[in-house]
């Protein structure tokens, strides 16, 4: 089993819908998670990180965080063609600071 | 501000040659990281630095790689006896602390013929 995994997709949603983006980790004792965009041939952005167990909002973007189920998730609503990227989850897991990044998620809003 | 700043962007080695990638983290940022990422994968951890001291260089995947940052700013990533397996984008990330977000540059695209 991989750190960190996330179902490649594509995932494709309309324009104006939820996108939701899951990803579940592996180690129990994980205490910091982010997600990050990544649009094709440039390097990941940071769009939210989430240290604490519930939802946090951003503008149009959700982190959900759910320890117990060793499961985060990212939502975007009111979905843009200019949010079609992978989107990439990390998690720091283990006493250092290494961060695992899943295989990432492709997403595609249609107009 | 500046951001992470790598180079060169392109590089393109003949089999059995050496290289060398440069980092340029954010100023001030203690943490630096390397990742590679082979296309249509997610970043793998290569290995990590707190000012210039290597903490952690488990990712690196054969002795062939070595990393340093002699004075605790910038990095250099060695491979030496590049293979065509080692083609792939080179990132580097740098953050302010333990558990912080990691900023990353536009990687170096490495392509071994």
């Known amino acids: 089993q991989k750190e960190v995994e996330q179902n490649s997709g594509p995932l494709s949603v309309p324009e104006g819908a939820i996108a939701s983006l899951n990803c579940t980790y592996s180690d129990r004792g994980s205490q910091s998670f982010f997600w990050y965009r990544q649009y094709s041939g440039k390097s990941p952005e940071l769009i939210m990180f989430i240290y604490s167990n519930g939802d946090k909002e951003d503008g149009r973007f959700t982190a959900q965080l759910n320890k117990a189920s060793q499961y985060v998730s990212l939502l975007i609503r009111d979905s843009q063609p200019s949010d079609s990227a992978t989107y990439l989850c990390a998690v720091n897991i283990g006493t250092g600071n290494q961060f695992y990044f899943g295989t990432g998620t492709s997403l595609t809003v249609i107009p | 501000g500046a951001g992470v700043s790598q180079s060169p962007r392109y590089k393109v080695a003949k089999r059995g040659q050496d290289v060398a990638l440069r980092c340029d983290p954010i100023?001030?940022?203690?943490?630096l990281f390397w990742y590679q990422q082979a296309l249509g994968q997610g970043p793998e951890f290569l290995t990590y630095f707190q000012n210039e001291a290597q903490l952690d260089k488990s990712g690196l995947p054969s002795d062939r790689f070595f990393a340093e940052r002699p004075e605790g700013s910038v990095s250099t990533l060695k491979i030496q006896r590049t293979q065509q397996e080692d083609s792939a984008v080179y990132l580097c990330?740098?953050?302010?602390?333990?558990?912080?977000?990691?900023?990353f540059g536009n990687g170096t695209r490495l392509t071994v013929t």
């Open positions: 990330a740098s953050s302010t602390e333990l558990d912080s977000p990691l900023h």
């Open positions: 100023s001030g940022h203690v943490s």
